[in-house]
């Protein structure tokens, strides 16, 4: 079957650094995707991993091992509008699956 | 990035009738896809659109229950048939562009009275 994990919810204190895990087993791998959803609003991309290893993008950094099925979201310098849910999500053939998503609440 | 707009935004429906949901996109695509969100969940898939064909639906969803329609590259239509309070959710409309990489419409809140 198909199945992406990450943790329900998480809490940082702005100026840190966090890491949100995400797991996945799926049928076919195109690529890994890490979303960012603020409340009352539709998702939005923050990074794509397809090779292995780590993706640097400003503060956002995506990490991502095939062999384990593993990826992390890393958030460094976190700021009180950081706080939203992550969704990890996997592509394989031409469908998109996606975790349920990790609420951050990042607090001062 | 492609610039998606849906309509309506929100709507309140009674039990029994049907809302027809709008996507349209800036620029030619060749597949729209239909997520729903329901309360605190993620994103489920639908079905997917292409045009000149046939909509492609999720294990769950049905035809008959979420038809689809897509004319044209830019443009599909999603319809809620006979509305029950369980299909009150956030439906999202959304294309793939580079590396699959997906762009989502604002949503159409949906509540089922």
């Known amino acids: 079957g198909q199945n992406i994990d990450q943790p329900t919810e998480m809490t940082a204190t702005e100026g840190a650094i966090v890491q949100i895990n995400c797991t996945y087993q799926?049928?076919?791998?195109?690529?890994l995707f890490w979303y960012q959803q603020h409340a009352g609003e539709a998702p939005t991309f923050l990074s794509y991993?397809?090779?292995?290893g780590l993706e640097e993008k400003g503060r956002f950094s995506s990490f991502l091992s095939r062999s384990k099925g593993y990826s992390y979201l890393l958030l460094k310098e976190l700021q009180m509008k950081d706080s939203a849910s992550y969704l990890c999500?996997?592509?394989?053939?031409?469908?998109?699956?996606f975790g349920a998503g990790t609420r951050l609440f990042v607090k001062a | 990035s492609a610039v998606i707009s849906q309509k309506p935004s929100r709507d309140i429906c009674q039990r029994g009738t049907s809302l027809t949901i709008q996507c349209q996109v800036d620029?030619?695509?060749?597949?729209m896809f239909w997520y729903r969100q329901q309360p605190g969940q993620s994103l489920t898939l639908i079905a997917t659109?292409?045009?000149?064909?046939?909509?492609?639906?999720e294990s769950g969803f049905v035809i008959d229950k979420f038809p689809i329609s897509r004319p044209n590259l830019t443009f599909s239509t999603l319809t809620v048939s006979n509305m029950s309070p369980e299909d009150s959710s956030i439906y999202l409309c959304?294309?793939?562009?580079?590396?699959?990489?997906?762009?989502f419409g604002p949503g159409t809140r949906l509540l089922v009275l």
């Open positions: 959304s294309v793939d562009q580079a590396e699959r990489r997906q762009y």
């Open positions: 799926t049928s076919g791998f195109n690529g």
């Open positions: 991993n397809v090779l292995d």
């Open positions: 999500a996997v592509t394989g053939g031409f469908k998109t699956i």
């Open positions: 620029s030619q695509v060749t597949m």
């Open positions: 659109a292409n045009q000149g064909s046939e909509a492609t639906y």
